[in-house]
């Protein structure tokens, strides 16, 4: 998997590495916010989702409401980032590259 978490009226999310298997690598500043950011407020929604990482892995295990969850949580941020002012660079978003991207939280 490669590309965008996208749709007609919401912003792309980056996804920075391309992978075929359950890992899913994001890079959150293509819609103005920060790992930090998502894992403070995926922690404090109804069903709390754990996140530490650029890296989601997602399992046979893994309910479809905390994916419908994380998508949801994702568009929110990036409606208030984007209400809030927040452009994102025409040039970055031509230039989407992927790349081997590990990032953790501390």
Sequence with gaps: MHGTFSSPQQPAVSLTYQ???????????????????????AGKIPNPL???ASRLVVHIQTAEQAI????????SIAEEKRAAG??????KA??????????HLK
């Design 19 to 41: 992978t075929t298997r359950n890992k899913i690598f994001y890079d959150p500043s293509s819609i103005g916010t920060s790992y930090a950011e998502i894992a403070e407020r």
């Design 68 to 75: 419908d969850d994380f998508l949801g949580l994702i568009r």
């Design 50 to 52: 754990s996140l530490a």
């Design 86 to 91: 927040f452009v994102r660079s025409v040039e």
């Design 94 to 103: 031509r230039n989407i590259s992927h790349r081997d991207m590990y990032a």
